[in-house]
């Protein structure tokens, strides 16, 4: 059960911490990944102390059907030199650690959602995202099946026809590319959005009304993940704006 405040927590002794939905991202004070919408803060503002829902809450031991007969142990602080199993980036606080094979999973990314049924776009163009360890087709921002040889697992969502492929760290970019560029928020209905953009060159693409109707079922995927990446899945038709500009 979710409750809207807590009057103790062992990461942030000797104070309350409420549920808000921030306005402007954030670094979780649990995993120091980037979070926006739904966390809870601190009650003295000038602590300027978040928390990702996954790190308030985070479950002592976990399995990933990613990682058959592989159990995961929380921990509040990583080994040095670490990196995510699932997204590539540095372990540089909370983390789900493998014992057996010395595995890492970021809490956000442990729990990121496997499938999205109902991907729709304004026209009706539904579309159906899978979470995948291993891909065939190309990140559409990277234009690479797999980052580096030094990173063996970059998780990826991709739509059954694999005209959609994002690697989790590739949306991971892009929102702090977003963050530094000026803060990207917009309000629409009093509601703020954080405002994402992705450049991309219109011939990896093509042209023409198929290119059109890919550009719309990009943009709404993108939302979709985006919100699952950073840390608050119930935001992903409100908290997001993306962009997809292409030249």
């Not at 997204?87 to 496997?114: Q, S, T």
């Not at 159906?128 to 697992?153: A, R, T």
């Not at 959609?164 to 990207?184: G, T």
Request: proline share 4%; glycine share 6%.
């Amino acid at each position: 059960m979710i409750e809207e405040e807590i009057d103790h927590h062992p990461s942030h002794p000797g104070y309350k911490l409420k549920q808000e939905n921030m306005e402007r991202p954030y670094t979780c004070d649990g995993c120091k990944e980037l979070g926006f919408g739904t966390c809870y803060t601190c009650t003295n503002t000038a602590c300027n102390f978040h928390l990702h829902i996954d790190c308030v809450y985070p479950e002592e031991i976990i399995s990933h059907p990613f990682f058959p007969n592989l159990y995961f142990h929380f921990l509040k602080e990583g080994f040095p030199n670490t990196y995510c199993d699932a997204c590539g980036k540095d372990i540089n606080g909370y983390v789900y650690h493998c014992y057996d094979e010395g595995y890492d999973l970021h809490p956000c990314c442990a729990n990121l959602p496997h499938v999205f049924e109902n991907v729709v776009t304004d026209e009706g163009d539904e579309v159906k995202l899978v979470l995948k360890k291993k891909v065939s087709s190309k990140c559409y921002k990277c234009g690479k099946k797999k980052l580096s040889e030094e990173v063996k697992n970059t998780w990826s969502y991709v739509s059954q026809n694999k005209k959609v492929h994002f690697h989790v760290c590739c949306v991971k970019d892009m929102v702090c590319e977003s963050w530094k560029d000026s803060l990207q928020i917009e309000k629409v209905d009093d509601c703020p959005k954080l405002k994402v953009k992705l450049y991309k060159e219109r011939n990896w693409i093509g042209s023409g009304s198929k290119y059109g109707k890919l550009k719309k079922v990009l943009k709404i995927a993108l939302t979709f993940i985006i919100a699952a990446v950073i840390g608050d899945p119930t935001a992903m038709l409100v908290g997001v704006v993306t962009s997809l500009i292409t030249h």
